[in-house]
């Protein structure tokens, strides 16, 4: 992101709890929380389709005009309805343009993986994130992982990936596998567990008991 950052404007709310916030979104606005650098924490109100607006475009760190003061905040996390579709409520935390904060930065996936072209190849891609830290000013919308050279057996890991800022920290384990090829063959079924009757039965176990001794003793049971 840009040293340029957007103005949320939020009012004070003096009430919580689900039903006054439930109220709230019915009025077309976002319930949320400002907190950190040792102040009290802050419920606040925002336009909804305002916040929606800058969220929907991966921006997180934002000038808050509340009050009559202005104050820099960092998007921590966002509150989404029981089915996972609608954001209500949103947390914020107080920060200064030139400190360090730990975040998490999403992957982009490009390229055609040339291992791929073979047969029973699938694409595993364990991670869809990195975790890092970094100044707040060069948050990262995304980091871009290239996948075009990734072959059959061959596997990209977090250390791997290039971070946009060199004063950037990876987080993650570096081990930690990002994406990999690997080839899903059939399996065949050996041995004994493989073989069945003619008639497409299953053989008989010596020592089991039959269907219709575990009926007697169902029914012995009912009793």
Do not use: W
Request: aromatic content about 4%; hydrophobic content about 35%; proline content about 4%.
């Amino acid at each position: 992101m840009s040293d340029d950052t957007r103005t949320l404007s939020a009012e004070l709310r003096d009430r919580t709890g689900s039903r006054y916030a439930k109220r709230i979104r019915s009025e077309g606005k976002l319930p949320a929380i400002v907190y950190g650098h040792g102040e009290t924490p802050q419920p606040v109100t925002l336009d909804h389709k305002e916040a929606m607006t800058h969220f929907s475009k991966g921006e997180k760190v934002f000038s808050l005009e509340l009050g009559g003061k202005t104050e820099h905040v960092l998007l921590k996390d966002l509150g989404y309805d029981h089915l996972g579709n609608n954001i209500i409520h949103a947390d914020f935390a107080r920060v200064n343009l030139d400190e360090r904060v730990d975040t998490r930065a999403h992957l982009h996936f490009v390229g055609n993986a040339v291992g791929l072209k073979k047969a029973g190849a699938v694409l595993m891609k364990p991670l869809s994130e990195l975790e890092l830290n970094c100044v707040v000013t060069n948050l990262p919308d995304a980091i871009e992982v290239d996948l075009s050279d990734l072959d059959v057996g061959d596997a990209i890991h977090a250390g791997e990936i290039k971070l946009p800022k060199s004063t950037m920290k990876l987080l993650t384990d570096p081990d930690a596998v990002v994406a990999q090829i690997v080839v899903q063959a059939e399996e065949e079924e050996t041995g004994e567990g493989a073989e069945v009757a003619a008639d497409g039965s299953e053989p008989e176990v010596i020592g089991g008991k039959k269907d219709d001794d575990a009926e007697g003793d169902a029914e012995k049971k009912g009793d």
